[in-house]
T-cell receptor
Framework: DADVTQTPRNRITKTGKRIMLECSQT?????MYWYRQDPGLGLRLIYY???????NKGEISDGYSVSRQAQAKFSLSLESAIPNQTALYFC??????????????FGPGTRLLVL | SQKIEQNSEALNIQEGKTATLTCNYT??????LQWYRQDPGRGPVFLLL?????KEKRKERLKVTFDTTLKQSLFHITASQPADSATYLC??????????FGQGTELSVKP
């Protein structure tokens, strides 16, 4: 089984609808992240969480909200979807090693289309 | 502001040659830098990490260099194969506690 899973894998929705993307991990990591990826723009950080009680905005958080339900679960919501939120969304997890380094492990992605 | 630049144009090389990808960063001093591979429609996968006090790191056919004076990392794949075709992302570590990803360079290895 995959260490980081995302559901759904594909989603088509209409402008104004509320949707939720879910992420679960079995790696036991404290840190979790949500990114979006658009052609030519690379990965951009939406929100991140260093533990269940710690949630932080990334560079493009407007229009998004998150919930860290447990160490293993981190959900991303689009309260009122708009077409420019059409993108590929990735969840990632990481843990900091004794040397102070972290490596991120990504889920398979959710492809979202907002009509 | 902090900025990462990777070759925006795709790199096309012949099988067996060495591929060299460049990552330049400005306005910060990362304690370490990572390289990831991303295949179409999939999440990035970690390849290598190099610390600021290391000049070079190797793993099988991969080699990474890190020049903190030039603020540059080079990523080399020797004896390249068509299976190496992918997008490669550079990710310097921000002292604010986050990895910052470059846009990536697409590599295409032709048989």
């Amino acid at each position: 089984d995959a260490d980081v899973t995302q559901t759904p894998r594909n989603r088509i929705t209409k402008t104004g609808k509320r949707i939720m993307l879910e992420c679960s991990q079995t790696k036991g990591h404290d840190r979790m992240y949500w990114y979006r990826q658009d052609p030519g723009l690379g990965l951009r950080l939406i929100y991140y969480s260093f533990d269940v009680k710690d949630i932080n905005k990334g560079e493009i958080s407007d229009g998004y909200s998150v919930s860290r339900q447990a160490q293993a679960k981190f959900s991303l919501s689009l309260e009122s979807a708009i077409p420019n939120q059409t993108a590929l969304y990735f969840c990632a997890t990481s843990a900091v090693t004794g040397g102070g380094q972290e490596t991120q492990y990504f889920g398979p992605g959710t492809r979202l289309l907002v009509l | 502001s902090q900025k990462i630049e990777q070759n925006s144009e795709a790199l096309n090389i012949q099988e067996g040659k060495t591929a060299t990808l460049t990552c330049n960063y400005t306005n910060y001093s990362p304690a370490y830098l990572q390289w990831y591979r991303q295949d179409p429609g999939r999440g990035p996968v970690f390849l290598l990490l190099i610390r600021e006090n290391e000049k070079e790191k190797r793993k099988e056919r991969l080699k990474v260099t890190f020049d903190t004076t030039l603020k540059q990392s080079l990523f080399h794949i020797t004896a390249s194969q068509p299976a190496d075709s992918a997008t490669y992302l550079c990710a310097p570590y921000n002292q604010g506690g986050k990895l910052i990803f470059g846009q990536g360079t697409e590599l295409s290895v032709k048989p």
